[in-house]
């Protein structure tokens, strides 16, 4: 199994990000797919995560009115929107795959998001 994730780059404050991951070696549609974050000396954090059905959960704290988690089914991706982006968002994010919602059971390499004020 391989989560690549693209994406992250810098932006300023109030701007967007779209994060992709690609999945190899699994189907999507079996698995809960979910995004983490983990900014500079802080602990990782859960943002959101999506299952089989399509199924949306965030990390309310993170921003749900802000980041959308959606899957291509087709492409065998999953993404996160990134809106009204805050210089807290600043952190590697990374993709995970899993059976349970802990989305714990695979993890991508991170991308980098750096918000700028």
């Known amino acids: 199994v391989q989560l690549q994730a693209s994406g992250g780059g810098l932006v300023q404050a109030g701007g967007s990000l779209r994060l992709s991951c690609a999945a190899s070696g699994l189907t999507l549609s079996s698995y809960f797919m979910g995004w983490f974050r983990q900014a500079p000396g802080k602990e990782r954090e859960f943002v959101a995560a999506?299952?089989?059905?399509?199924?949306?959960?965030f990390n309310a704290r993170v921003g749900k009115d802000r980041f959308t988690i959606s899957r291509d089914r087709a492409k065998n991706t999953v993404s996160l929107q990134m809106n009204s982006l805050k210089p807290e968002d600043t952190a590697v994010y990374y993709c995970?795959?899993?059976?349970?919602?802990?989305?714990?059971?695979?993890w991508g390499k991170g991308t980098l998001v750096t918000v700028s004020s």
């Open positions: 999506v299952n089989g059905n399509d199924e949306t959960i």
């Open positions: 995970a795959a899993g059976k349970t919602v802990s989305v714990s059971d695979y």
